[in-house]
């Protein structure tokens, strides 16, 4: 299957924005309700377009053909296409294309053609200006919005095909998750891309030239020094990574963070580093960041250099983005 790029959340919407900008047809597949175990919950996105693309996943790709299939009639006809996809009795674990799969789908699929407003909102979604909030009727009817920015829809709908719809569904997508990566370093252009696919939004401020091209991969790139950067943007970040490679710019990046409200907070490097930052660093600056401070930053999953440090960094973040209790 021809796939767009990939990216969660993030990656669905982004595609979904660039295709409409370029008149191409794409439908929105948007979960509205499941039952037992599946894949996805509601919420979860997925877009579908021309010749087998797709970005996203509602299934481990058992499901996704009869999807692609309503996907196709709902741009031809752009018409909302409702589908029901139930694989939770125990014949449908053993036929074909639901191997695998014991829950219940419903979904909409939209024709995202018509939708030109989009790309503004969700230009206003990933720059963390607020959630995407949803709602969706049986008629057709759809809205969407992000903080004030709001734009409302009338399509054509298909009859639903389950019994008792409710009269609208809500769905909100959360803001996708920002983080600051103080410093650059061997692992940067691994870890940078990593993070793009798990949706994340990354700033990299570093003013050393030999790294500043690393800056390419991130959202934001910025050639100032922490304590430059951290004033004007506080809040705006659920984690941030000190990760020079140097002693004395870590030591600055780690005073900067003490007056910030970062929650998480990495340090890259062993403890012996750790407990010589804090030698040279003011008990209050110590005791504000202790709270926080995750060092070495990563998940202990085993290996050496830059491949497996990245990988560690992401798998935590990960972790700590969403909940998880590793």
């Known amino acids: 299957m021809d796939l767009f790029q990939p990216g969660a959340t993030r990656g669905v919407l982004e595609a979904a924005a660039h295709a409409i900008a370029r008149g191409e047809p794409v439908a929105l597949a948007v ?12 919420g979860a996105l997925a877009l579908f377009g021309s010749q087998g693309r797709q970005v996203g996943w509602l299934s481990g ?27 939770r009795n125990d014949e449908d674990l053993l036929s074909g294309s639901a191997v695998g799969c014991r829950g219940r789908l419903r979904i909409a ?31 057709g009817t759809v809205d969407a919005r992000v903080d004030t920015h709001q734009n409302a829809y ?27 990566l103080l410093g650059a370093g061997p692992e940067t252009p691994l870890l ?20 500043q091209p690393i800056g390419v991969d991130a959202d934001v790139a910025i050639a100032q020094s922490p304590a430059q950067v951290l004033p004007t943007t506080d809040g705006q970040f659920d984690a941030a990574l000190v990760m ?18 970062i929650r998480f907070v990495g340090l890259l490097g062993p403890v012996r580093r750790r407990e010589d930052l804090f030698r040279v660093l003011p ?14 930053v990563g998940l202990a999953l ?25």
């Open 31 to 42: 979960v509205l309700e499941t039952s037992g175990s599946t894949y996805v919950h509601a």
């Open 61 to 87: 790709g058992c499901l996704e053909p009869e999807i692609a299939l309503r996907a196709d009639e709902a741009v031809r006809t752009r018409t909302i296409q409702w589908l029901e996809l139930d694989t």
């Open 109 to 139: 699929l939209l024709p995202l053609t018509p939708l030109a407003p989009w790309p503004a909102l969700i230009t206003a979604w990933r720059s963390r200006q607020g959630p995407l909030d949803i709602t969706l009727g049986p008629d």
């Open 154 to 180: 009338r399509f054509q709908a298909a009859d639903v095909p389950w019994p008792d719809p409710p009269p609208a569904w809500t769905l909100s997508i959360a803001r996708p998750p920002a983080v600051l």
């Open 192 to 211: 940078l891309p990593m993070l793009r696919l798990l949706g994340v939004t990354t700033t990299l401020v570093e003013r050393r030239p030999r790294w």
């Open 244 to 261: 020079h490679h140097h002693f004395e710019l870590d030591r600055e990046a780690l005073a900067a963070l003490a007056d910030s409200t």
């Open 283 to 296: 008990a209050a600056v110590r005791e504000a960041l202790l709270p926080r401070l995750h060092s070495p």
């Open 302 to 326: 085993g290996g050496s250099g830059p491949e497996a440090i990245a990988l560690s960094i992401a798998a935590q973040l990960q972790n700590h983005l969403h909940g998880g209790r590793a």
